[in-house]
């Protein structure tokens, strides 16, 4: 049996791996595993066991922990609008996730690898919108109103530029110091390459060799002394990187080069030129840091690239609403506008928050979060949502939704997640990386050692300069950036397309998804079900019928029972008070109207009390059916008195999705609660082989369960309450945004705009992100294994070929580069 806690405490993979291990060394427990985005733990054990146990085992170790059930704790909830309205500049986080999710409150390098931290893009809701005056810039006020100068209407005042924007123009300063610095070293080192060279008619080689060193001291210890700082805390905590070859090769050669200046008799004649000076690698070591630091400039611009679509995504936010107070329009800041408040959209303007139209009606453009371009008509009572951009008229609207709560903070929230996720692939990047430096140190080592012994004349200074070059061109960072840079790029790609990624292992599985299990009501059909007749068997009236039936249900949040109470208010039926009311879960409602008890629902309903259904009423009720309608029996007084019957209209989309994930290889099951007869109309009309009707939420736990021990991998698709526990044991669980948010919590993938199109754009996401993961990574093993020995020289036996330290640091700034443009390509990509 599989139980799922809420986990209070975690904060990064480490946690995680802690948890999983005291709960798992719990007597009875199979099996552990924390999901660290969602904040649970899904136990496996053979018996229950009480939820005290775990609590003992994890105070225990500290009281750091704590479990319980879900519900009980709104960790999640509160984390959430904490994580979206953040503190000061933002929430910053290591691109190539050495610490999972874990996040920090300001700028800097990640402790791990020394990478660059960069900012998350988030709608901030703690900070408020200032506003000046386009003509007198210094005029600035807390709210909107007019210039007390010139009298001209007040403007938001634009935000500072993001960290990510001040990385880039600190380290284009830097670069400019560095290239300023490095070309002068560069000519008068390569000048010696000239039979006559000038520079020695002005100054000896000597002392030019100490104006190198001059020279070189603002490029190391200014522009790019943050890359030393970096190897030596790689060093300390013993998490070897690219900063860690970067500063033994470059710092190797300049303190041999120093040590050459101050002590040349100490070197032998291999060493020295003619004149009897000792070469120098001042050129090489300037000239090495300065393309790295070229490279770290391009990766920051590439960066910013990378979490575009979210930056698109918090464009549609507008800084400001137009409040309707006592029929008076009043501009107002974003971030003060409360539920309850009535906004007023005017043509072309995008739409601050979610709520529902009052008053007008128009056309809304919502292909931002739905991905769709035609625009969809709304009316009066129509839910329209932030971000979405307002058509030809002015309309209205309640705010309902405001802040972290609104549909477009979710979307973000939950891209920024999936970003920082990891992917199942990554883990052999991993295992990798952490054996790389070692090993490139000690090929360096080896390099140095062979061309000492075999190499020719002079043998130290190419076992010097080879030695060095492998340390430079080695780039642990293309291994460590090929899944995170591709990952982060597909899941705004996919946000764009209304496609909501929770997280990357969610996005690599839907690639090898061999069987789809779908929902019915709300999945294949509309999810708008409306009654179309109420029979009797003419032992009663049916307006009688309507009544009980509508008064029954008055209490009931399942799509059916609010079809039939809106079919009662639109015939002005009389509500009376229930008493005794009862759902029960997959067969129906019962309780007592006017002393009379009534049931409503299916057969298994009528079976579980006994009741008898005449053949009449059973042939009636077939033909309705197999019409594809829903139909639930009227029972008064424990006997059959009528039906009811519902249609829930198929989606357009539903047979040419289905029928496109079919010819792709998938396997679609239709699992519904619906009768047999129903099930079978809407199967042959969507060509489905597979299907199974009278599901309870077990029976649909229990065949994806069934399926995966045949070693299928599984997705459901489903939008209900009843839905959540199949969802979660699905590989990939994919939940309709027009659903419930129980089964949107439950899911890894949520369709914004709630039709199977969608599924069929998550698969083509999912294998164009994993093909672009694996050219990444290709492209880095193929890197490294061919560059590493060319620069420890296998191609000058044969070739005479030998590559440069300076060259291997191009190839090597670029190498990652390269792999961010290629994840890049991912947002151009059609699905």
């Given at each position: ?691 199974k009707a009278e599901c309870l939420p077990e029976d649909k736990l229990n065949e994806i369960k069934t399926l995966q021990q045949q070693g299928k991998i599984v997705a459901m698709a489903g939008d209900g309450i009843n839905d959540a526990p199949a969802l979660a044991q699905s590989d990939v669980g994919i939940a309709m945004g027009t ?83 290629n994840a890049l390509r991912l947002r151009h990509i059609k699905i």
């Open positions: 049996m599989k139980y799922t806690y809420h986990i209070h405490g975690i904060t990064c993979n480490g946690c995680r791996n802690h948890v999983e291990e005291i709960v798992s060394k719990v007597k009875g427990v199979s099996k552990a595993k924390v999901a660290l985005e969602k904040a649970e733990v899904t136990i496996e054990m053979e018996t229950h066991i009480p939820l005290e146990m775990f609590q003992e085992a994890l105070k225990n170790d500290g009281e750091k922990y704590n479990i319980h059930k879900l519900g009980e704790h709104h960790h999640s909830k509160v984390a959430k609008e904490k994580f979206l309205t953040g503190k000061g500049t933002g929430t910053f986080y290591c691109p190539m996730h050495c610490e999972g999710e874990k996040t920090y409150d300001k700028a800097g390098d990640c402790p791990v690898c020394g990478m660059d931290l960069v900012e998350e893009q988030n709608i901030s809701t703690s900070k408020s919108t200032q506003w000046t005056c386009p003509m007198h810039p210094e005029v600035i006020k807390e709210e909107s109103g007019v210039c007390p100068i010139c009298g001209m209407d007040l403007i938001p005042l634009e935000a500072d530029s993001s960290a990510e924007d001040k990385t880039y123009k600190k380290l284009l300063k830097k670069f400019w110091i560095a290239v300023a610095f490095t070309v002068p070293i560069f000519l008068i080192a390569m000048s010696e390459m000239l039979s006559y060279n000038p520079l020695y008619s002005i100054l000896e080689q000597k002392y030019w060799n100490w104006i190198q060193f001059a020279l070189s001291i603002p490029v190391l210890f200014y522009a790019t002394w943050m890359f030393y700082k970096r190897a030596w805390t790689s060093i300390k905590t013993m998490n070897l990187n690219m900063f860690t070859l970067i500063g033994v090769g470059s710092g190797i050669a300049f303190l041999f080069s120093i040590f050459a200046l101050l002590f040349p008799d100490v070197f032998p004649s291999d060493f020295k030129t003619a004149d009897g000076n000792v070469f120098v690698y001042f050129e090489a070591t300037t000239v090495i840091l300065t393309l790295v630091l070229l490279g770290q400039l391009l990766e920051a611009r590439a960066h910013s690239k990378t979490n575009g679509a979210i930056k698109e995504l918090l464009k549609l936010v507008p800084a400001t609403a137009t409040l309707v107070v006592n029929g008076e329009d009043k501009v107002i800041a974003i971030d003060t506008i409360e539920q309850g408040f009535l906004l007023r959209v005017k043509p072309g303007e995008k739409i601050p928050v979610d709520g529902s139209i009052i008053e007008g009606h128009s056309s809304i453009d919502e292909s931002m979060v739905t991905g769709e371009p035609i625009p969809v008509d709304k009316t009066v009572d129509d839910k329209v949502n932030s971000g979405t951009i307002n058509g030809t008229r002015s309309f209205i609207m309640k705010a309902e939704k405001v802040g972290s709560e609104t549909l477009l903070s979710q979307i973000i929230h939950m891209v920024n997640n999936a970003s920082r996720s990891k992917a199942p692939i990554q883990k052999l990047a991993d295992r990798i990386a952490k054996y790389f430096v070692p090993i490139v140190l000690l090929i360096s080592v080896i390099t140095f050692i062979v061309w000492v012994i075999f190499g020719p004349e002079p043998p130290y200074v190419f076992a010097f300069v080879n030695a060095i070059a492998v340390l430079i061109i080695a780039c642990p960072c293309a291994l460590g950036l090929a899944t995170p840079m591709s990952v982060m790029v597909g899941v705004g790609r996919g946000a764009q397309s209304g496609v909501l990624i929770k997280n990357a292992e969610a996005l690599e599985k839907m690639n090898k998804v061999d069987t789809l299990i779908v929902d019915k009501t709300g999945t294949i059909t509309e999810g708008k079900p409306s009654v179309e007749k109420v029979i009797s068997t003419n032992k009663i009236s049916e307006d009688v019928l309507l009544k009980y039936i509508v008064s029954l249900n008055q209490y009931s949040e399942h799509p059916l029972a609010e079809a039939i109470v809106n079919y009662g208010k639109s015939k002005n039926v009389s509500i009376t008070k229930v008493h005794d009311f009862e759902s029960i879960t997959g067969k129906g409602v019962i309780g007592t109207v006017d002393t009379k008890k009534i049931a409503l629902g299916n057969d298994k309903l009528l079976e579980m009390f006994s009741i008898s259904i005449s053949e009449d009423l059973v042939k009636k009720v077939i033909t309705e059916q197999e019409q594809g309608k829903t139909v639930s029996f009227i029972t008064l007084e424990n006997e059959a008195v009528g039906y009811v019957s519902i249609f829930d209209a198929i989606k357009e989309t539903s047979q040419n999705a289905i029928a496109e994930l079919q010819n792709n290889g998938i396997e679609v099951i239709m699992l519904t609660g619906d009768n047999k007869n129903t099930a079978k109309a809407v199967a042959q009309q969507l060509n489905l082989k597979h299907y659903g419930t948010d129980v089964a949107i919590e439950s899911a890894s993938i949520t369709l914004v705009k709630g039709d199977l199109q969608g599924i069929v754009k998550a698969r083509q996401l999912s294998h164009k992100v994993v093909k672009n993961i694996q050219q990444n990574l290709f492209f880095a093993f193929v890197y490294n294994t061919i560059g590493v020995p060319i620069a420890a020289g296998v191609l000058y036996p044969i070739f005479g070929l030998l590559l440069s330290p300076m060259i291997a640091a191009l190839a090597m700034s670029f190498s990652s580069v390269s792999v961010i443009a």
